[in-house]
């Protein structure tokens, strides 16, 4: 049953002032709102994880306006349509000037102590990319013009491997074979302040599994797409910008019965890129694109490319 409750005329005549004077502050120029809109750089639409902002994804926003500084204020598409507003409960951001402020962004906005400027990440949990896939920008606003318009960046890289059946390997080996890597640092941290992703200096050994691995459930899973026409599964993985020793670079294993192995070098696809010098590296912001060719007896990389994020072209592997 529906109650309705009739408000005494003195109150309605005081929540209508109230209102009416909030808009007037507005109005007067002494507080007014700050609007948010963002998109990522190179790509419409967008979002941090994968390519479009989802409903509820949160931006963390600090600038001084005034005499007043925001720190890590959150901000949410409710629609993800790339229009932020504050989160429930949460601060509003004003000009409390004239002048124009410079504001900072970061995805995925995180509760942080206030000491605290820094996000670890695990790269090994694939399946929550989404907690990883760093973001940051800068955007300038004034109550001229209050719309502050980011353009989000990429600071992880991104590899994305392409795997194919070869000579004595079926589709369906492609499919179920448990995938890894080794040699490389998967461990590291996000800076919100400085909008660095750094890996953490450590030198794993081990394989870090990223497909069909059973072992410690999904959790270390990248997503996949598979294409039934062209017979290929596409694994996209988002790791800490970093560099390898020549002599012992990024590795890539499969296992299906038997196991196949290749060296994965990234120095082609940044001299690709136009990099005055190239060197075997993830590079923050590209996408490294690999096909790798499962044979019987080896695996092998065709090419590799950068693309997409700032594309890569890194060619074509063998695994053997």
């Given amino acids: ?21 909030e808009e007037a502050t507005g109005n007067s120029g002494e507080n007014i709102p700050v609007s948010f809109t963002a998109d990522i750089a190179g790509q419409q639409p967008t979002r941090a994880y994968d390519r479009t902002w989802e409903n509820g994804d949160k931006i963390g926003i600090s600038g001084t306006s005034g005499d007043v500084t925001y720190t890590n204020v959150a901000y949410e598409t409710t629609n993800g349509d790339g229009n932020f507003t504050i989160v429930p409960g949460g601060t509003t951001i004003y000009y409390r000037t004239t002048d124009a402020v410079t504001f900072t962004a970061y ?56 795997i194919k059946p070869g000579t004595g390997v079926s589709y369906e080996e492609v499919k179920t074979a448990k995938l890894m890597l080794s040699n490389y640092l998967y461990k590291g941290s996000f800076n919100v302040t400085t909008g660095t992703a750094a890996a953490k200096a450590e030198t794993p050994a081990e394989y870090k599994p990223f497909a069909n691995n059973d072992d410690t459930g999904k959790d270390y899973n990248a997503p996949s797409a598979t294409d039934e026409v062209k017979q290929t599964v596409t694994y996209s993985l988002i790791l800490f910008p970093q560099n390898f020793d020549t002599a012992s670079g990024m590795t890539f294993e499969a296992v299906l019965g038997q196991t196949l192995s290749t060296q994965l070098d990234f120095t082609t696809a940044n001299r690709d890129a136009q990099d005055a010098d190239p060197k075997n590296e993830l590079v923050t912001g590209r996408q490294y694109n690999l096909s790798i060719v499962l044979n019987k007896k080896e695996a092998t990389v065709t090419g590799c490319e950068i693309s997409a994020w700032k594309n890569a072209n890194g060619g074509e592997f063998n695994a053997n």
């Fill in 1 to 21: 049953m529906k109650k309705y409750f009739i408000l005494p005329a003195a109150l309605l005549l005081a929540l209508t002032a109230c209102n009416s004077e």
């Fill in 107 to 162: 995805y995925p906005q995180t509760d942080l102590a206030a000491d605290v400027v820094t996000i670890p990440a695990d790269t090994r949990e694939q399946s929550a990319q989404k907690s990883f896939d760093f973001l940051r920008a800068q955007g300038t606003g004034s109550k001229a013009s209050k719309n502050v318009a980011f353009s989000f960046a990429h600071k992880m890289a991104r590899l994305v491997l392409t």
